[in-house]
């Protein structure tokens, strides 16, 4: 007997002790529950809905889809926070608070914050958008000096040869057409032409109505006959890229840990992304094929000395070898990164605006009236108007385009992170604390913009007593402060060019076979989610 119980005893002795086992578990339980309620815990004070562990609020935006930040600013403030899975924002919905953080307290929060899509993207980590600090402020520097007036003006004819073809017998079509794909093919081109140099040739009219009248979203496919294979694959390859950068949880695996456990993001990634077929290995084969046939064309014009100045690659590949800029700022991976970012920066954002503007004047025949007078009253139907004209001549335009960058807001979030500890709108935010500005919120807030369902171009007429008594920043449809858009100016030339040719020809009226209202998706920028579909009739 005594024999067998020292026996136990000693099999007892060798196990872990019961306690031990219990310690490990608790410590991984507070582990792991630190893990994820530590960036909850520093912005514990601001106010915010009841948040579930691990998706955190994505629920609600999953049900409200975008309109949840306005939902959410009606029930909690200017300053609320919203967890994007274990990741807490700190929402700012006040036009005066956006001014604080973007300008008055830049220095403690001049970066952006890096959501988990771009985390699982090299490629779109090294653009101006999500470079930081001093990288950041030399490559903004070097852009800035670069992008002159002068230098947009004298793009003034190269898109609008890129618009004229693109818009060529447009009334030949019988059937609706799919607007917002032909300007996707337009605006792509313009910017391809103006950041690379390289002509896409989507605006070829036979390519551009043959795939238009087949709604085919694929820019690449019609276009291979007039600019070649590589250009079809870049550009195929471009769109997969962004449209694969989701926010929400239809992204790929390691893009949905990356928003519930980032700690796991990275090392996921690195697995999947060897596994054939996976969504992981899907995307890393297109970056990779991307960033080879960027680091291509950057080699090609490094090597080209007769490249003038007339696009922005050009104007870079000038600027660091005259060594205005350090090569260290401007490496090849950083060159590429930026150009391919124009890109991707000018081609959606143009092309949802020129679409919002085509949809909303069809719905609304008293502006589109008022607007074909100033336009006709330039001149005649040849005279392209100059940046200037562009500037002084076209003030309805000018209300025109703000109004429907209002009611359907492009870019409605902005993202930025704090450097260090910062007081906003009451509350101590620690260093790290993602704090994004609501900018779509402030341009339907009723304070600042009466009836803001109702779309009326007059309301940014200088002389109405709402935009005199509106605040400042109420609408900022480009950002605000020193990371403000770069390519404002760019993109409403372009827009204002190619609404001036459009409404010399044509006018539009809404197919009846598009939904209403329109569907909207939440990507990288907003987007139709079916197109805007317009009949189109010429004008005599
Ligand atoms: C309607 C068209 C566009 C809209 C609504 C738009 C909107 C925005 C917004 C809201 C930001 C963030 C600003 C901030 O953080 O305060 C931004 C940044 C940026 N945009 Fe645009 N954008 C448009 C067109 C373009 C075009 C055509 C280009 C390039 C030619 C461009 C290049 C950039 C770049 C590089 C940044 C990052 C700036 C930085 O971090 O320093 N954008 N844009």
Redesign the pocket.
């Known amino acids: 007997m005594v024999s067998i119980d020292l026996e136990w005893l000693f099999q007892v002795q060798s196990l872990p002790s019961v306690s031990a086992i219990f310690f490990t578990l608790v410590a991984l339980i507070v582990g792991i529950l630190g893990y994820l309620y530590r960036p909850y815990w520093g912005v514990r004070k601001v106010p915010g809905p009841p948040t579930l562990p691990l998706v955190g609020h994505l629920p609600l935006l999953a049900k409200y889809g975008p309109d949840v930040f306005s939902v959410l600013a009606k029930q909690y403030g200017p300053i609320y926070r919203f967890h994007m899975g274990r990741q807490p924002l700190i929402i700012i919905a006040d036009a005066e608070l956006c001014k604080e953080a ?1 300008i008055k307290k830049f220095k403690d929060i001049p970066n ?1 914050s890096i959501p988990s899509p771009i985390s699982a993207s090299p490629l779109h980590q090294k ?5 930081r600090d001093s990288q ?1 402020s030399s490559m ?1 520097n070097t ?1 800035i000096s670069v992008y002159q007036p002068s230098y947009l003006s004298s793009l003034v004819p190269t898109m609008q040869s890129f618009i004229e073809s693109a818009t060529q017998n447009l009334d030949s079509q019988q059937e609706d057409i799919t607007f917002s794909n032909l300007s996707l093919r337009l605006a792509t081109d313009v ?1 391809g032409q ?2 690379f140099g390289v002509n896409f040739g989507f605006s070829n009219p036979h390519s551009v109505c043959d795939s238009i009248k087949s709604g085919n979203n694929n820019v690449g496919d019609d276009a291979a006959g007039a600019a070649g294979n590589a250009v079809t694959d870049f550009i195929n390859q471009h769109i997969y890229s962004t449209t694969q950068l989701k926010m929400d949880l239809s992204g790929s695996f390691s893009i949905i840990l990356g928003l519930l456990v980032p700690i796991l993001q990275e090392p996921f990634r690195q697995i999947l992304k060897r596994i054939p077929g996976t969504m992981d290995w899907k995307i890393d084969r297109t970056n990779q094929k991307l960033s080879g046939r960027l680091n291509e064309i950057v080699e090609k014009r490094r090597k080209d000395r007769n490249r003038g100045s007339k696009d ?1 690659l050009s104007l870079i590949l000038n600027a660091t070898e005259s060594k205005t800029v350090s090569e260290k700022v401007f490496s090849p991976d950083y060159i590429s990164a ?1 150009t391919y ?2 890109l991707l ?2 081609s959606a ?2 092309s ?2 020129l679409s919002s503007i085509i949809y909303l004047v069809a719905g609304h025949p008293e502006v589109e009236k008022r607007l074909l007078e100033e336009i006709d009253r330039f001149g005649p139907k040849d005279q392209i108007p100059t940046s200037q004209d562009l500037n002084d001549k076209f003030p309805y335009l000018d209300q025109v385009i703000k109004e429907s ?1 209002r009611y359907f807001f ?2 409605p979030l ?3 992170e704090t450097s260090n500890e910062v007081e906003i709108g009451g509350y101590l935010l620690p260093k790290g604390t993602w704090v994004w ?1 609501a ?1 779509g919120v402030l341009a339907k807030d009723p304070q600042n913009f009466q009836e803001p369902e109702k779309f009326k171009p007059g309301r940014f007429d200088p002389n109405c007593e709402e935009m005199k008594r509106r605040h400042p920043y109420a609408f ?13 100016k ?3 030339q ?2 204002k060019l190619s609404l001036i040719h459009l409404y010399r020809k044509y006018v539009f009226r809404h197919s009846p076979n598009m939904e209403n209202p329109l569907e909207l998706e939440y990507g990288i ?1 907003l987007n139709f989610k079916h197109g805007v579909k317009v009949r189109i009739i010429k004008r005599t």
């Open positions: 973007g952006r653009g101006l958008f999500f470079t950041w903004r852009i910017i103006a950041a922005f930026v970012e124009h920066a000018g954002t143009t949802f605006t960058m492009a870019s902005v993202a930025r500005l900018l900022i449809p480009f950002g605000i402060g020193p990371r403000a858009c770069i390519g404002q760019f993109t409403l372009e827009v920028v």
